[in-house]
């Protein structure tokens, strides 16, 4: 292979990077490394995300996952791509008092090669790379519609930046997406619009601007023990080529251990045949740390490896805003190390302590106790459930009857069982509709009879 074959097969490396090998025609779109996926466990599962989006990937994915969100989570991979090109993708996202923001960063570089003028003389080197930074917001609606039990809801701004060999272009777009619960448990549904409004990035001439798509998307979570199992489909209809479609499994054990295997139609760069394991290190104080893997091959130019790590956090959000006086510094500091011993002990493995501190700090009934609560409720343990459930037991206010109407509609019959009996001790009409409407839609015996003992305490005189 001569230098100028060389360098083309470069400048067509690059080419693939970027995306517009997949195009309907060369130049029709721009940004087109934007159709590359992020993430380890969402690269094996086929880039079927849409309707999974519960981590801050949804930034990328389906901002509507963004409201679902409920502590916050760093996301990091890297892409060994193909040879000389690699991605990073950073992803934060941080639930607020109203809906959750994410932040992210997309970023591909192409390692310089060599060029050369039409006598085969080299004439220097060329580089380039490729980079769009998201900002995201998603709220989320709680309804008790009986088709449409929650609703996610988000958007995404994201500025986008090319440059090769010395030119450079910029602009912005607009995601936009809705991730639904509908009132089959286990099953969302997803919608979403990427670059729904655009800019122009203009290398030469006038330029051209990212492609508009939309997709939807379905997935359908299975809670066993000690098996759970997750099945996603995206159906996909970009505006500069055909549509395709993405699907993808996640066999989790014990919910640490996953196994995952996906498949997209999208591209002719490989089979589409994507696998991966993501392993599951949780820690102390409810930080919980995640290794993803993913693998897939190419027909030509070798394999692709892609690999993860993400925190999630649950401990307090944030220190006092002031120092606290002298005198009253003692008792403070106190208190502070009660509160955080309690919450070790609430995360922790011994589930006869982790119920009882949910118990005490329930009774404190503090706006800041029930984001460790929803965050219990958000996990795929049984314990940690079942604390969450203890402690909203004896917490009151608005924030905990919703969270105990959430904890209703779980997916595991003994949490939903404790739930009840917990609702049929508080007051008033609220409960009773709740429990009501649980019993119309519940298949078990076992909560049956929960529900309708925690019934009969709500109408006793």
């Known amino acids: 292979m001569n230098k100028a074959s060389r360098a083309f097969l470069a400048a067509w490396v690059y080419s693939l990077a970027a995306g517009s090998v997949f195009a309907a025609g060369p130049g029709t779109s721009a940004a087109n490394f934007l159709k590359i996926p992020v993430g380890a466990r969402e690269t094996a599962l086929g880039g079927a995300f849409t309707a999974v989006a519960d981590n801050p990937n949804a930034i990328f994915y389906n901002p509507g996952g963004l409201g679902l969100l409920a502590a916050p989570e760093l996301s990091y991979a890297y892409n060994n791509y193909l040879p000389g ?35 085969d003389n080299r004439t220097g080197s060329v580089s380039a790379y490729d980079a769009a930074v998201f900002l995201g917001w998603g709220g989320k609606a709680e309804t008790s519609l009986p088709l449409l039990a929650s609703a996610g809801y988000g958007a995404a701004l994201k500025y986008i930046r090319q440059s090769l060999d010395g030119r450079s272009a910029s602009g912005f777009a607009a995601d936009a997406g809705l991730l639904l619960s509908p009132g089959v448990r286990g099953l969302k549904l997803g919608l979403g619009v990427e670059n ?24 359908y979570y299975m809670r066993g023990h000690p098996i759970s199992a997750l099945f996603s489909a995206d159906l996909n209809f970009p505006e500069d080529g055909p549509s ?48 993803d893997y993913a693998y897939g091959s190419t027909y030509d130019l070798g394999n692709v490896h892609k690999l993860a790590v993400s925190c999630r956090f649950a401990g307090p959000a944030s220190a006092a805003a002031a120092e606290p006086a002298p005198a009253a510094k003692s008792a403070v500091a106190a208190q502070a190390e009660e509160f955080s011993g309690r919450l070790e002990e609430l995360y922790g493995e011994d589930t006869e302590r982790a119920l009882a501190a949910a118990e005490a700090l329930g009774a404190q009934n503090k706006p800041g106790v ?37 904890a209703l ?53």
Do not use: C
């Open 85 to 119: 090109i690699s991605q990073q993708w950073l992803a934060f996202a941080r639930p607020a008092r109203y809906g959750s923001w994410g932040l992210g960063l997309n970023y591909l570089n192409v390692s310089a090669f060599d060029s050369y003028d039409a006598a």
């Open 370 to 406: 029930m984001v460790h609560f929803e965050a219990l409720l958000s996990s795929g343990k049984t314990g940690w459930k079942l604390a969450a459930v203890r402690g909203l037991s004896v917490s009151s206010g608005e924030a905990a009857d919703g969270l105990l109407a959430r």
């Open 244 to 291: 395709y479609l993405s699907a993808g499994i996640e066999n989790t054990l014990y919910g640490l251990l996953s196994l995952r295997a996906g498949y997209s139609s999208f591209g002719d760069l490989s089979s589409g045949l994507n696998f991966g394991l993501g392993l599951g290190l949780p820690s102390r104080g409810g930080r919980e740390l995640r290794l």
């Open 409 to 461: 509609r779980d997916q595991d019959p003994e949490v939903r069982r404790q739930a009840a009996l917990a609702l049929g001790s508080r007051p008033g009409p609220a409960p009773a509709a709740l429990l009501e409407e649980a019993l119309r839609k519940e298949e078990s015996e076992l909560v049956k009879g929960a529900l309708l003992e925690a019934l009969l305490k709500t109408k006793a005189p």
């Open 196 to 219: 729904a409004v655009s800019s122009r990035l203009d290398f030469i001439g006038s330029g051209a601007r990212p492609a508009r798509k939309f997709k939807t998307g379905a997935s």
